[in-house]
């Protein structure tokens, strides 16, 4: 049996922008992006502590060292510069795999969007 599991998360970044003209993502900075072990077109999980709203897009990389946590799209409009927001991406694993797995998660300052 499969499960999923958290794999990666990006907890408390704020949005830097939020592009409505855009065909739709979350562009991320890729200092952020590597250290969360997330990639280019991975589906994620946006779940903005402002509202409460909660969606789904992929991941578009976003140029390194600038802090950047751009809204997309239709997207834009559930998120507004400012906001603090959690990144998550799953997993799919055999059960007993699941067990053993830790995700990687990392801790911004939500000031910078940097690592320190």
């Known amino acids: 049996m499969n499960i999923e599991v958290l794999k990666s998360k990006i907890h408390r970044v704020r ?12 562009t991320i900075d890729q200092d952020l992006m590597d250290a969360a ?11 903005n502590i402002a ?3 909660r969606l789904e897009t992929y991941v578009i990389t976003g140029e390194r060292g600038s802090g950047v946590i ?3 799209g ?18 799919s694993m055999d059960f007993e795999q699941a067990k053993k797995f830790k995700p990687k ?7 910078t969007n940097s690592l320190s």
């Open 70 to 72: 751009c809204m997309n």
């Open 74 to 91: 239709p997207a834009a409009r559930k998120v507004e510069p400012g906001d603090l927001v959690i990144i998550c991406s799953y997993a």
């Open 51 to 53: 509202n409460g709203e």
């Open 15 to 26: 949005v830097t922008e939020a592009n409505l003209n855009y065909i739709g993502s979350i």
């Open 105 to 111: 998660v990392i801790f911004p300052d939500s000031n």
């Open 37 to 47: 072990n997330l990639i280019e077109n991975e589906k994620v999980q946006v779940l």
